[in-house]
Nanobody, 125 residues
Framework: HVQLVESGGGSVQAGGSLRLSCEISGDTYTRKWMAWFRQSPGKEREGVATIRPDTISAPTAYALSVKGRFTISVDNAKNTVRLQMNSLKPEDTAMYYC?????????????????WGQGTQVTVS
């Protein structure tokens, strides 16, 4: 049984920072490629960042809208993937979701991830 549990969301003023965490339990296969997505009301779910935790180099990729402001990382000892978000903007307001299990296809396509967390709300004012 695979479970993803997000935490760390909240409200912050523009220019502030938040750190999201996603704890993974279950089949280690799910850790092949992991990602953070976000979705605001009336908009499609969009990929924010991705990482491959099961390699030494842990390659990453980012959406252009967050590149240079957000950093995805992995703590293998704690089975946790984090998203450090700096210089937050009001347009970053959304529900943020952790996703896992992608074995192929575009990293930013939600349909390529079979496992999802319940989401954590981020509000920037």
């Amino acid at each position: 049984h695979v479970q993803l549990v997000e935490s760390g969301g909240g409200s912050v003023q523009a220019g502030g920072s938040l750190r999201l965490s996603c704890e993974i339990s279950g089949d280690t296969y799910t850790r092949k490629w992991m990602a953070w997505f976000r979705q605001s009301p009336g908009k499609e779910r969009e990929g924010v960042a991705t990482i491959r935790p099961d390699t030494i180099s842990a390659p990453t990729a980012y959406a252009l809208s967050v590149k240079g402001r957000f950093t995805i990382s992995v703590d293998n000892a704690k089975n946790t993937v984090r998203l450090q978000m700096n210089s937050l903007k009001p347009e970053d307001t959304a529900m943020y979701y952790c996703a896992a299990g992608r074995s192929g296809g575009a990293w930013s396509s939600p349909g390529n991830y079979p496992y999802w967390g319940q989401g954590t709300q981020v509000t920037v004012s």
